[in-house]
């Protein structure tokens, strides 16, 4: 069957340390994925889209990799500070559908 | 300036009651979507709309009904609600290319009482 999957546990880390979040998948041949940020009482914002050629994505803290043989993606918070804690979801569109089909998220909390 | 903005932001019924959502966005894109959370946090997709044409319609049961008077509006309408459809309801839109960088709205919490 397809399957997203997030770690559903919480991930506890140290301001200034690097945030790694781990996106799976199964079943899926994704053209791109991409990873958004929700708040509490809010709704999902875009943060990077990273395609299947493309093996890694920055912009300022943030690192995403995708590596289509393992069907992974990994996003990365270099630096991390409080005001980064809030939910990460990845996201990606099976082929031909115009869909994105989402993970359950991963929530991060930063102490200072 | 609000992008994507919904109303109401909060909704408590009884069951069997009939209740719309209300979606409009700002931002010229040809594509709008209605998705539901649950209280697990999952993301599902509902329905899709593009340029006021249905193109994406998920396994919904009939009661809910989406209907787009234009490009810029997307309403979801329920009827006869049931205790399974308290989740937040989002609205979102995309530029032309499907399925690129979803623009969310603030979410609709609906409860069923």
């Known amino acids: 069957s397809q399957k997203i999957e997030q770690n559903s546990e919480a991930l506890n880390i140290q301001e200034g340390k690097t945030a790694t979040l781990t996106c799976n998948y199964t079943?899926?041949?994704?053209?791109?994925l991409q990873w958004y940020r929700q708040d509490p009482g809010r709704g999902p914002v875009f943060l990077l889209l990273?395609?299947?050629?493309?093996k890694e994505k920055r912009k300022e803290r943030l690192k995403v990799t995708f590596d289509t043989t393992l069907k992974q993606s990994l996003f990365h918070i270099t630096a991390s500070q409080p005001a980064d804690s809030a939910t990460y979801l990845c996201?990606?569109?099976?082929?031909?559908?115009?869909?994105?089909?989402f993970g359950q998220g991963t929530t991060l909390q930063v102490k200072p | 300036d609000t992008a994507v903005s919904q109303t109401p932001k909060y909704l408590v019924t009884q069951m069997g009651n009939d209740k719309s959502i209300k979606c409009e966005q700002n931002?010229?894109?040809?594509?709008m979507y209605w998705y539901k959370q649950d209280s697990k946090k999952f993301l599902k997709i509902m329905f899709s709309?593009?340029?006021?044409?249905?193109?994406i319609n998920e396994t919904v049961p009939n009661r809910f009904s989406p209907k787009s008077p234009d490009k810029a509006h997307l309403n979801l309408h329920i009827n006869s609600l049931e205790l399974g459809d308290s989740a937040v309801y989002f609205c979102?839109?995309?530029?032309?290319?499907?399925?690129?960088?979803?623009?969310f709205g603030p979410g609709t919490r609906l409860t069923v009482l």
């Open positions: 979102a839109s995309s530029p032309r290319d499907r399925g690129l960088k979803q623009f």
């Open positions: 079943n899926y041949s994704p053209a791109y």
């Open positions: 990273i395609r299947e050629n493309e």
């Open positions: 996201a990606l569109p099976p082929r031909n559908t115009g869909k994105l089909i």
């Open positions: 931002l010229g894109h040809d594509t």
């Open positions: 709309y593009n340029n006021k044409e249905l193109i």
